[in-house]
């Protein structure tokens, strides 16, 4: 069943135009929406393999900016009453404030908070556009490189056909392992960074 599933996907790296457009349309929008780009990136290397992350670095860092300015123009008040309500939030705007580009590169590493909230939150600091998009760019690279890879390392191993049943299961529990094992430390590194920083606001 799950070969068949898989057959769905275009073949890895064939990418044209049109799939390029709508691959970067996804992730363009999910910069404005809850939806985890640790998902889509292991799916977009399985569906057109390394080459994913040609579309999707321009496609999150553009989105990334439009959502930082919306926030800061557009949305400031509402997104200034939905941080307010929630301290987590109002303690990392702080700490931006103070760092910087330091901490958006920590969060943009590994967090457990959503692309699109860090977005907006980003947009009620201090910090600049430019260096804020400079920072997501470059910082946001590992993560979508080491997802891409995955993705697009479990699709090889599913249709290796010289492969047995069992190695393909050992294989594929490896890279799961691997990127669960990334994001959970990277996650431990951020959390007990912020909670260095934890104070009344």
Do not use: K
Not at 93 to 110: H, K, Q, S, T
Not at 136 to 158: D, E, N
């Amino acid at each position: 069943m799950l070969e068949t599933a898989l057959r769905w996907l275009p073949s890895g790296g064939d990418m044209t135009l049109v799939t390029s457009m709508w691959m970067f349309a996804v992730f363009f929008a999910a910069c404005f929406v809850l939806v985890p780009r640790t998902f889509l990136c292991p799916g977009a290397g399985a569906g057109f393999g390394l080459p994913a992350i040609l579309v999707i670095l321009p496609a999150t860092t553009l989105g990334g900016a439009l959502a930082f300015l919306l926030a800061r123009y557009f949305l400031a008040e509402r997104v200034q009453r939905y941080v307010g309500s929630r301290p987590r939030l109002r303690r990392i705007a702080v700490a931006v404030d103070e760092e910087g580009w330091r901490l958006i590169a920590l969060l943009r590493l590994a967090s457990p908070l959503p692309n699109a909230i860090q977005n907006y939150v980003f947009g009620l600091t201090r910090i600049g556009l430019v260096p804020f998009a400079v920072t997501s760019f470059v910082f946001t690279i590992p993560q979508v490189v080491l997802y891409v890879y995955l993705g697009s390392a479990g699709r090889s191993v599913m249709f290796d056909e010289s492969m047995s049943p069992m190695n393909r299961a050992i294989l594929l529990v490896g890279l799961v392992s691997i990127a669960v094992t990334a994001a959970l430390v990277i996650r431990r590194v951020r959390r007990d960074r912020l909670d260095l920083r934890r104070r009344p606001v």
